[in-house]
T-cell receptor, first 114, second 114 residues
């Protein structure tokens, strides 16, 4: 079965420091990969996606993610964290013929402290 | 422009009852997907509808059903509610069927089954 792993339940980082939120995927072939963010009592918001092309993908709010096929990883990164980045982050995947059937990871809570 | 709107935002039901959740997509979006997010987990795909036809179904029992109307709004119905159906139900819309871009999520309907 296809799965997405987010190995860290929570990531703590100081404001101004770089952050990384880890994700590994399991779709074979050419996966479509996504990152979404969820603020308290809100729906999910799209951050960025990898479909094809450059392995470094830039997205909203200064976030970027690096696609690594050999490690089947798609880690989310930001050079300088803000307190307002504190939220729940979800990695998602789908095969390229699966419509809107995304498989989400379990989520990682990012806590940025002043 | 209005985003994806869902109703009701919160509701409480008892075991064995039936529930109907409603979703209005972003104007011009023809695809609606439903996801279930149990507390502490990532969203799980339930259904996708595009142009009023079911285009994808996740691993959920037949107690779950949905439909899409000519105006592209959608309903999710759950019969014979179980305690385990307690969750945040998210609706997402997109322009196309085979989405390569982002999904636009509503803020969800939080269902509590007692």
């Amino acid at each position: 079965a296809q799965s997405v792993a987010q190995p860290e339940d929570q990531v703590n980082v100081a404001e101004g420091n770089p952050l990384t939120v880890k994700c590994t995927y399991s779709v074979s072939g050419n996966p479509y990969l996504f990152w979404y963010v969820q603020y308290p009592n809100r729906g999910l918001q799209f951050l960025l996606k990898y479909i094809t092309g450059d392995n470094l993908v830039k997205g909203s709010y200064g976030f970027e993610a690096e696609f690594n096929k050999s490690q089947t990883s798609f880690h989310l990164k930001k050079p300088s964290a803000l307190v307002s980045d504190s939220a729940l982050y979800f990695c998602a995947q789908k095969p390229n013929n699966a419509g809107n059937m995304l498989t989400f990871g379990g989520g990682t809570r990012l806590m940025v402290k002043p | 422009d209005a985003g994806v709107t869902q109703s009701p935002t919160h509701l409480i039901k008892t075991r064995g009852q039936h529930v109907t959740l409603r979703c209005s997509p972003i104007s011009g979006h023809k695809s609606v997907s439903w996801y279930q997010q149990v507390l502490g987990q990532g969203p799980q795909f339930i259904f996708q509808y595009y142009e009023k036809e079911e285009r994808g179904r996740g691993n959920f029992p037949d107690r779950f059903s949905a439909r899409q109307f000519p105006n592209y709004s959608s309903e999710l119905n759950v019969n014979a509610l179980l305690l385990g159906d307690s969750a945040l139900y998210l609706c997402a819309s997109s322009l196309e069927r085979g989405n390569t871009g982002e999904l636009f999520f509503g803020e969800g309907s939080r269902l509590t089954v007692l």
